[in-house]
């Protein structure tokens, strides 16, 4: 399907997706950059990439397909860097876990390219990060959203969608605020909580001995707070409007059965917790409410 990709960032999430469009047929050459030089030349040793380049502008000569997979924080940078060589041809698209920042910075740098980006969030991941977790198989399965924009040419979109589908995943497409205020609500938020947990119990005098009492329901709940701390902190950050009105909703909620707690009203806190987990038991990942 496609010529050449140029890879912008070779951790875990482009080294995967270098692998799965490798595996799958879908590229024959891979140029791949990233800001440390020892994670380029790892890449190229596991097979990632085919060629090192030397600089972001580099690794797009030549590609008609370009992802960039770098911290959020960073797309602004990354797209002034690779503007002078992107061509009409180019298929640009992203994967970070906010989508307004980036489309908002696309459309201050890329001008006229803004047709050929495609903003995409695989929703998928590891709580390990590095080039050495790179994993062909990561998206397979996985819910892939796309967010395109006024400018977003069809046929683009429609080659966004084919490349992902090929890889084995399953395609959304939502607009760019739509998507931060529900990732805020089914991701941001729960990995704030995680982190908040964890802080609060090992912040105490005895926390490392409540710790070693943790079983398999806390290990479940903690899992995620084990995740790369300067992604996650760009994406609050970057996030942080719909990441607030989701943390007043969720207070709203924690208050209010603190304060059944607190008066011993063990019929309503039970109709709270009931509430929640037939909600629960009815939920399926990727299915859409009804």
Request: some cysteine.
């Amino acid at each position: 399907m496609f010529e050449q990709l140029g890879l912008i960032g070779c951790g875990l999430m482009g080294g995967s997706f270098a692998l799965a469009v490798k595996k799958a047929g879908l590229v024959k050459r891979v140029v791949g950059y990233s800001k440390s030089p020892s994670t380029t030349e790892r890449a190229r040793q596991m097979g990632i990439i085919d060629v090192e380049a030397p600089s972001a502008l580099l690794a797009v000569s030549g590609a008609d397909l370009v992802l960039v997979a770098v911290p959020v924080s960073a797309s602004e940078a990354t797209f002034k860097a690779i503007r002078h060589l992107i061509t009409p041809n180019m298929l640009i698209m992203d994967v970070g876990s906010t989508k307004l920042d980036v489309v908002e910075a696309a459309r201050r740098v890329l001008g006229a390219h803004l047709g050929s980006f495609v903003p995409a969030h695989p929703i998928a991941g590891k709580e390990v990060s590095g080039v050495e977790h790179a994993d062909a198989e990561l998206y397979i399965g996985k819910q892939v959203i796309l967010t395109p924009v006024e400018k977003t040419q069809v046929g683009k979109l429609k080659k966004a969608i084919d490349l992902w589908e090929a890889m084995g995943c399953h395609v959304q497409q939502m607009a760019p605020e739509s998507h931060d205020a529900a990732f805020a609500a089914v991701s941001h938020m729960p990995h704030l909580l995680a982190f908040a947990l964890m802080h609060a119990i090992t912040s105490q005098p005895l926390g490392k001995d409540f710790l070693a009492l943790g079983g398999p329901g806390f290990r479940d709940f903690t899992r995620i707070a084990a995740s790369d701390p300067k992604m996650w902190r760009d994406v609050l950050v970057a996030n942080k409007h719909e990441v607030v009105e989701q943390a007043k909703m969720f207070q709203r909620s924690l208050l209010n059965m603190l304060q059944l707690v607190e008066d011993s009203q063990g019929e309503k806190l039970e109709a709270m917790i009931e509430q929640a987990s037939q909600s629960r038991a009815h939920w399926r990942m990727g299915q859409k409410g009804k």
